[in-house]
């Protein structure tokens, strides 16, 4: 069965460091790009980033350029996100979402069940 | 405020036909693939329709997608109570001035 587990998620202070991950398993992991969304409860998606099967190239939302930085292990089946300068606007509940190619840019076919990110003092 | 223009809400009976436009430019729909996401409440996204009008395995033909121009629409014939939900839509975005992924606002479909 095609999986994917999002955990890390967690209360952290304005300013802090949060590592989110993704645990993927189902399918040949380093075939596909790998994307974080996240969601405000209440309100629509927004991307986050996203990263190449190869782990070569990655892609930020301009909200988060410098401040998050995503990788993968292909070797673990794992995405991982570096959230660091938290902002209370990052509060959200955050995606992995497979995409359909190796590049990004294709369908998020699969999905997580999210990890929530609480920014707050 | 979103790069792709959704409506807000639709609705319809049970057993009727609904359409969800999403408008974007050049730089995104009109030139890239447009897919749609169904969020049913308190659940993750599931992908409806991907390359503009194709669906993934397991997902009825109810469901259709198409795109024109800058703009795309997604149709939900014999509407169902359980297909009340958010639907977004997504594509890539060439413009500099956005992330390279954007979405819709997303629209709240009651039956």
């Known amino acids: 069965e095609v999986q994917l587990l999002e955990s890390g998620g967690g209360l952290v202070q304005p300013g802090g460091s949060l590592r989110l991950s993704c645990a993927a398993s189902?399918?040949?992991?380093?075939?596909?790009?790998m994307n974080w969304v996240r969601q405000i409860p209440g309100k629509g998606l927004e991307w986050v980033s996203a990263?190449?099967?190869?782990?070569?190239?990655?892609y930020y939302a301009d909200s988060v350029n410098g401040r998050f930085t995503i990788s993968r292990d292909n070797s673990k089946n794992t995405l991982y996100l570096e959230m660091n300068y938290l902002r209370a606007e990052d509060t959200a509940l955050y995606y992995c979402?497979?995409?359909?190619?190796?590049?990004?840019?294709?369908?998020?076919?699969?999905w997580g069940q999210g990890t929530m990110v609480t920014v707050s003092s | 405020q979103s790069v792709l223009t959704q409506p807000p809400s639709v609705s319809a009976a049970p057993g009727q036909k609904v359409t969800i436009s999403c408008s974007g430019s050049?730089?995104?729909?009109?030139?890239?693939?447009v897919s749609w996401y169904q969020q049913l409440p308190g659940t993750a996204p599931k992908l409806l329709i991907y390359?503009?009008?194709k669906r993934p395995s397991g997902i009825p033909d109810r469901f259709s997608g198409s795109k024109s121009g800058t703009s795309a629409t997604l149709g939900i014939t014999g509407l169902q109570t359980g297909d009340e939900a958010d639907y977004y839509c997504?594509?890539?975005?060439?413009?500099?001035?956005?992330?390279?992924?954007?979405f819709g606002g997303g629209t709240k479909l009651t039956v």
């Open positions: 979402a497979k995409g359909r190619g190796e590049l990004p840019g294709h369908a998020l076919d699969i």
């Open positions: 189902g399918f040949t992991f380093s075939t596909y790009a």
């Open positions: 990263v190449r099967g190869t782990g070569a190239s990655t």
């Open positions: 050049s730089s995104n729909i009109g030139n890239n693939y």
């Open positions: 390359d503009n009008n």
């Open positions: 997504g594509t890539w975005d060439s413009s500099l001035s956005t992330g390279p992924v954007v």
